[in-house]
């Protein structure tokens, strides 16, 4: 038995020889020699394991050695971040990308990228700028406010604001906005993080204006509210409208914080969805300091954005933690150029991928998915295809308990089963991911778009 193995091993190519076939010489047209020899190398290797664990009887061909290779390129090629289609209908799928951008302001990422910029150069004096410069107009323009900052996410807002405002003191917040956001991030954790010291008042379903007056001491740094974004206390409730929490704070000389969670600058009445204020109107409601995602419901890239009175943020730019939680500039050129998109709420509508969602009527829906069961139809598969009408999520933590009338295409297949046809999707040349409905695979039209069709025929067919 042990003579055999060696008998095999001695008779495997030398490296020489497979280096020296056709594919090889073609590759080194895209890849140093020493890069091909290595990945021969490997391959030979990963042989000689398998035949000393007896995983291989046999002494592979210089061609099927070759192929190996090639297939090994074409692994090592694949990068490991790459493009999928969402088809489980969650607009704001945390897991997949959230916000997606449009082409065009995807355009403008790539060519500032790419290119030299003015960053943190003032054209018109030809010296140093700031990089926070290029949203202070724009972002003043849309909320009304003092004066604005730009982190690297919502997180590090909320972090910069409290270490800088209520190091060494206590932030008073109701025990019902005392939440947990996901991946870990938690506001009471957050608050200990910064130095600060949590007043916690009120309850969990009911928080009066007195908690927050009783609770007011010497030590006291801020007044902090909490957008319970990702659930909702329903029933015997009560909150202190964010007005009276303003001049409760006011009146004793405090800031008051609102971290918004998601934030907007539309009115989401506009989509069929409850209300919700805007970043303008939380400003106008007395907020001092108010933090939002660039990468929820706003629909632009991940960014942590502050906006408020000048003197709290003049604190917060000279803060060191600042250079920390910096955003670079493909952040910027993305988020600049969405925010433009919404200097007219019409064309932010119809331009920012996540409103186009949210806005898609079911009738649409059903059209779109009419569309793509008869591409899939015309492809002759063994798979039986349908139209059904289905709920989607706003996900990213925004409204919990609301879903949207839309429409999926149902997929079933006698060759194997629902779970098995989700996973072949999901391992596509290009990965779709799918929602189990009823036993079945669905994919939700909403949150893909007519281009992916063929994408989407394509796939599938590779699949039988
Ligand atoms: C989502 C959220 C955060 C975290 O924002 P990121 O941009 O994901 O860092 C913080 N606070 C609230 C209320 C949120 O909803």
Redesign the pocket.
Known sequence: MKNEKQLILSRLPKVDVILGRPSMKRWEQTYSRTLIKQAVQEVLAAIRQDVLSGTCQNVPSEAEIEEAVVQYFQDHQQLHLRPVINGAGTILH?NLG?AVLSKRISQHVAAIASSYSNLEYDLDGGHRGSRYRHLQTILKKLTGAEDVLVV???????LLALTTLIKGKEVIISRGEL?E???F?R?PEVIELSGGMIREVGTTNKTHMEDYRQAINENTGAIMK?????YRVIGFTETVPEEKMAALAHEQGLPFIN????GLFIDMRRFGLPYEPTVGEALRQGCDVV??????LLGGP???IIVGKTCYIEQMKKNQLLRALRVDKMTLAALEATLHLYLDEDIAVRDIPVLQMLSQSQRVCMNKADTLCQELEKCNLPVEVAVEPCRDMVG???YPEYTLPGYVVTMETDQCTTAELERRLRHGEIPIISRIQKDKVCLSVRTITEDDFSTICNVVRDLF
């Open positions: 945390t959230r690297n996410n919502n997180a590090a807002a909320v939440v956001i996901g991946g991030f506001i909490v957008h319970t974004s990702n971290d918004l969670g998601s933090t939002f995602s660039g990468d929820k991940q960014a942590g990213g933590g925004s």
